[in-house]
């Protein structure tokens, strides 16, 4: 916490005494109190002491851990909407045709080739037709098409554009052998013709990625936001007891402790029908009344506090993604109070980026990617991260509905990125995002435990809408 705000205070050329550190880090919230000084200080001032402290935070209600907290809350008004162009609800128009499926991968391409061309150390990309005709070294951008591996050991890849298609050879004493690559993903290459012009031999690799240079530049917020992935009403293993401790925590400590925002990632309900045998699994049978039921325990969330759902593969929705919101015939029993959206959605939550996506996609990571497994499934999401897409692989576990748009592609930054569907639990700053698997509220179910599948159930990840500081609160029965 010292080093946060010791790098938020250079960022604004304040430099704070030791006698003011120690000040600020016997508050109850030291961060939050470092927002307020920041805000009262005044411009021009670069070196502050405990006493500077005092003076800027007169007659302001602050108080230190030594102090009873007596901290007045005005009716909170939410301050959130969905990024615009980022929902396919309502906006769906695939038939399933090959002009869909080539509109759809067009739009990935020039989404993707943009931030690539964006990096510093990347420039203009060449169509690969001209690049083909030329003998140095050149730089393009293609989706790859195909991968495989020569009798020698070598990499071979085929990667195309809007141009054409190019054979890049990447030989196993190269620094790029132990690249991974994964079908459909969008690559910038540096590479020079052989002799022969029939491959081309690949130097160095770019993907969009998440900058290294991106922050998490502190606000004067004082939200937090939780997400409750999986919950999976209507199964027999239904964590109610932890359910109802979490809701007991919420009424107890929601309002002092700011938490404004709760996100439900998918699969709030287990569906019908979703595997083999289910109904076998299943407390309520009947799709309506798991909905039903699912709106009853949320009427027990405090009114202050605005939700978000959007589904997964075991809700009541398209599978092939991006899936539009719940229909209205399975939601008309909720509160008004909650935004129903598409899967993924990105959120503007009082200034911060939030990218919300159940995670079906992680099946096909982990399948095709050797080094990928559900026991870690941040790690599946830096490499989502560093491709800047959800969900590259078309045509295995995973279906795509092939729409004019790819809302699978990452086309904005977000300040935090949340999945479920694995139901683990974790958190992790990869590139200054904040990175979150958001637990399950299921125990573990028959197929987990013939797969040995052990879920980490009943956590409730929170994180501060200034500070970007992630607590995960543990509610599982002892």
Same mark, same amino acid.
């Given at each position: ?288 009344? $798991?909905?039903?039921?699912? @709106?009853?325990?949320? /009427?027990?969330?405090?009114?202050? %506090?605005? +939700? !978000?759902?959007? *589904? ?10 991006? $899936?539009?919101?719940?229909? @209205?015939?399975?939601? /008309?029993?909720?509160?008004?109070? %909650?935004? +129903? !959206?598409?899967? *993924? ?15 079906? @996609? ?14 870690? *499934? ?101």
């Amino acid at each position: 916490m010292k080093e946060e705000i010791l790098s938020a205070a250079a960022r604004r050329k304040i430099f704070f005494s030791p006698d003011a550190m120690e000040m600020i880090l016997s508050n109850n919230d030291p961060m939050g109190f470092t927002n307020t000084v920041f805000s009262h200080l005044s411009k021009n001032m670069m070196f502050v002491n405990k006493q500077d402290i005092m003076d800027c935070i007169a007659g302001d209600k602050i108080l230190f851990q030594s102090e009873k907290e007596i901290k007045p809350h005005n009716k909170f008004t939410p301050d959130i909407h969905i990024v615009k162009g980022t929902d396919i609800t309502g906006e769906s128009t695939c038939e399933g045709k090959v002009n869909d499926f080539a509109q759809y991968f067009r739009s990935r391409y020039f989404t993707l080739r943009r931030l690539i061309e964006k990096r510093n150390d990347f420039g203009r990309a060449m169509d690969i037709s001209r690049a083909k005709t030329l003998d140095r070294e050149t730089r393009i951008i293609g989706i790859v098409y195909e991968k495989s591996t020569t009798k020698n050991g070598h990499t071979m890849l085929t990667v195309e554009d809007d141009t054409d298609t190019a054979k890049i050879f990447i030989s196993k004493e190269s620094p790029l052998a132990g690249e991974t690559f994964v079908e459909d993903e969008v690559i910038g290459i540096v590479a020079k013709p052989n002799a022969q012009r029939t491959l081309m031999m690949a130097e160095k690799i770019y993907r969009p990625d998440i900058p290294k240079s991106n922050t998490w530049e502190l606000s004067d917020s004082v939200s937090k936001i939780a997400f409750l992935s999986d919950v999976h009403v209507g199964s027999t293993t239904f964590l109610e007891k932890d359910w109802d401790r979490m809701i007991r925590w919420l009424k107890e400590n929601s309002v002092k402790e700011d938490l404004n925002y709760i996100v439900f990632p998918g699969d709030v309900v287990d569906g019908i029908g979703v595997f083999p045998d289910q109904d076998k699994e299943l407390s309520i049978g009947d799709i309506y009344q $798991q909905y039903e039921r699912l @709106s009853e325990y949320l /009427k027990d969330i405090p009114d202050h %506090i605005k +939700m !978000v759902i959007h *589904p997964g593969n075991h809700d009541a929705a398209r599978l092939a993604e991006p $899936q539009p919101a719940l229909n @209205s015939v399975f939601t /008309k029993t909720f509160d008004s109070n %909650i935004l +129903m !959206v598409g899967n *993924p959605i990105y959120l503007n939550v009082e200034g911060r980026t939030v990218l919300t996506y159940h995670g079906k @996609s992680m099946d096909d990571w982990i399948a095709g990617v050797q080094q990928l497994t559900y026991d870690d *499934p941040l790690k599946v999401m830096k490499e989502m991260c560093v491709r800047r897409h959800l969900a590259p692989i078309y045509g295995q576990r995973n279906a795509l509905a092939p729409e004019k748009k790819d809302y699978m592609a990452m086309e904005y930054i977000p300040d935090i990125f949340v999945s479920g569907h694995v139901h683990g639990a974790g958190q992790e700053i990869y590139n200054g995002v904040r990175l979150i698997n958001a637990s399950t509220w299921q125990d573990q179910t028959e197929y987990q435990r013939m797969h040995n599948f052990n879920p980490d159930p009943s956590i409730m990840p929170v994180v501060s809408l200034a500070s970007g500081r992630i607590t995960m609160h543990n509610f599982r029965e002892a």
